[in-house]
C-alpha cells in the first residue's frame, strides 16, 4: 500500500534556529507533495505545494525564504523551517499525491516546538 | 478562494445516537473532490471519505456522506455513535492549484462521544 513516511516525529530548537523535515514517500509516485501546518488549536494552513519538475507554488503567507523545499524526486521531499520563533511551532505534515490519484496520503507529522 | 465552513467546533453525543457533523464549501471549480479526514490524538489525519460524484452516497466504516452540488455541502453521518469515534474530524476540499492539485481544509469538528 502507500505510506509516507515523515521525520523526525518531534523536535525542539531554539528560537533563531533552523530545523529540517524530511518526507518519504513509499508503495506510490509522489508527483506532489503539499507541506501543512496546523498550529495550536488551528487548523491545517497549506504552506507550499511542489510537483516535480514544476515550480514550488508558496500561500499567502508562507515565503521560500522562511520555509525553503526541496522535491528533488517521485519519493522524497524536504522543508526546513529556517529562523524558527515561537510562532512557528505547530504540527507540520506532509502530504503526497500520485499522478491521476484523488488521495492524498499523509506522514505522521513533525511536532516543531520552539523554546 | 476556496475554502471549507465547518460550523461546530464541539460535537458532544451519547453512544449510540446518530452523527451528524456539517461541512459546506466554496470553490469556483465545478468538479471538486471532498473528503473527510479524521485525526486521533498525536496522530496524522487518516482519510475516512471521499467523493466527486453528485449526489451519490458514499460509505465507509459505518459513516456516510453524500455530495450535493447544489448545495455545496458534503456532511458526515453515522447511524450510531460508538466511544472510538472520539476524535477530530476534518472536511477538506481537492482543487487544481497551481503546479498541482491542493487540499484545503476545514477548521475541523472534534467529536466526543460518551457512554
Known amino acids: 500500500g502507500a505510506l509516507v513516511y515523515q521525520y523526525p516525529r518531534r523536535t525542539i530548537c531554539k528560537s533563531g534556529t533552523s530545523m529540517r523535515m524530511e518526507c518519504q514517500a513509499v508503495?506510490?509516485?509522489?508527483?506532489?507533495v503539499a507541506w501543512y501546518r496546523q498550529s495550536p488549536q488551528k487548523t491545517f494552513e497549506l504552506i507550499a505545494l511542489s510537483t516535480v519538475n514544476s515550480a514550488i507554488k508558496y500561500e499567502q503567507n508562507f515565503t521560500q525564504e522562511k520555509f525553503p523545499i526541496s522535491h528533488p524526486n517521485l519519493s522524497f521531499s524536504s522543508m526546513t523551517v529556517l529562523n524558527a520563533y515561537l510562532e512557528d511551532r505547530g504540527l507540520y505534515l506532509c502530504?503526497?499525491?500520485?499522478?491521476?490519484?484523488?488521495?492524498?496520503?499523509f506522514g505522521k507529522g513533525t511536532r516543531l516546538t520552539v523554546v | 478562494g476556496d475554502s471549507v465552513t465547518q460550523t461546530e467546533g464541539l460535537v458532544t453525543l451519547t453512544e449510540g445516537l446518530p452523527v451528524m457533523l456539517n461541512c459546506t464549501y466554496q470553490?469556483?471549480?465545478?468538479?471538486?473532490?471532498l473528503f473527510w479526514y479524521v485525526q486521533h490524538l498525536n496522530e496524522s489525519p487518516r482519510l475516512l471519505l471521499k467523493?466527486?460524484?453528485?449526489?451519490k452516497r458514499t460509505e465507509h466504516q459505518g459513516f456516510h456522506a453524500t455530495l450535493h452540488k447544489s448545495s455545496s455541502s458534503f456532511h458526515l453521518q453515522k447511524s450510531s455513535a460508538q466511544l472510538s469515534d472520539s476524535a477530530l474530524y476534518y472536511c477538506?476540499?481537492?482543487?487544481?492549484?497551481?503546479?498541482?492539485?491542493?487540499?484545503?481544509f476545514g477548521s475541523g469538528t472534534r467529536l466526543l462521544v460518551s457512554p
Open positions: 477538506a476540499l481537492s482543487v487544481p492549484g497551481t503546479g498541482g492539485y491542493k487540499v484545503v
Open positions: 470553490t469556483i471549480y465545478s468538479n471538486p473532490f
Open positions: 508503495g506510490f509516485q509522489a508527483t506532489s
Open positions: 467523493s466527486f460524484t453528485d449526489n
Open positions: 502530504g503526497a499525491r500520485g499522478t491521476g490519484d484523488t488521495e492524498v496520503f
